[in-house]
């Protein structure tokens, strides 16, 4: 039972078997249906360089505050975004917002214990725009 000189794990010798596809290839029999071909052109399936011609609506601009709306208009005026990133950087945009509300709350309150919170609240929306900010990649 498997033991020595068996025959069991014996590398097999001679030719190495074809395989179907090399078969296919040579085998002068075989022959195609017509209209069908061996290696039809392929298509891509999207376009190889995405439309960047995304702009905000004057709703999405609108809600908006101050700073986010600032950093907006500075990123489209150096760099194009398709619709998928545009929603990205509206994205980064709010959270720009809700952190300079969070710190201006985190000065303005009496409360030690409110202000550590705002400011907590603070760090968080920021590193929501800074993972926003990673997500775009953007290039010049």
């Known amino acids: 039972m498997g033991g020595i000189g068996s025959g069991v794990g014996r590398i097999a010798t001679g030719p190495k078997p074809r395989s179907l596809h090399d078969k296919a290839l040579t085998n002068l029999r075989v022959r195609l249906p017509d209209g069908v071909e061996l290696f039809p052109d392929r298509?891509?399936?999207?376009?190889?360089?995405?439309?960047?011609?995304?702009?905000?609506?004057?709703?999405q601009r609108s809600k908006l505050r101050k700073r986010g709306r600032a950093y907006l208009t500075e990123r489209l005026r150096h760099y194009a975004y398709t619709p998928a990133e545009g929603d990205i950087l509206l994205q980064a945009c709010r959270a720009l917002d809700?952190?300079?509300?969070?710190?201006?709350?985190?000065?303005?309150?009496?409360?030690?214990?409110?202000?550590?919170?705002?400011?907590?609240?603070?760090?968080?929306?920021e590193r929501?725009?800074?993972?926003a900010i990673a997500l775009l990649r953007e290039r010049r």
Not at 48 to 56: A, E, I, K, T
Not at 128 to 131: I, K, Y
Request: proline letters at 10%; glycine letters at 2%; a positive charge.
């Open 98 to 125: 809700e952190a300079a509300l969070w710190q201006r709350r985190s000065h303005s309150w009496k409360q030690p214990a409110d202000a550590v919170r705002a400011g907590r609240l603070q760090i968080l929306f």
């Open 43 to 59: 298509q891509p399936l999207a376009p190889d360089r995405p439309v960047r011609d995304w702009r905000p609506s004057t709703a």
């Open 128 to 131: 929501e725009f800074a993972n």
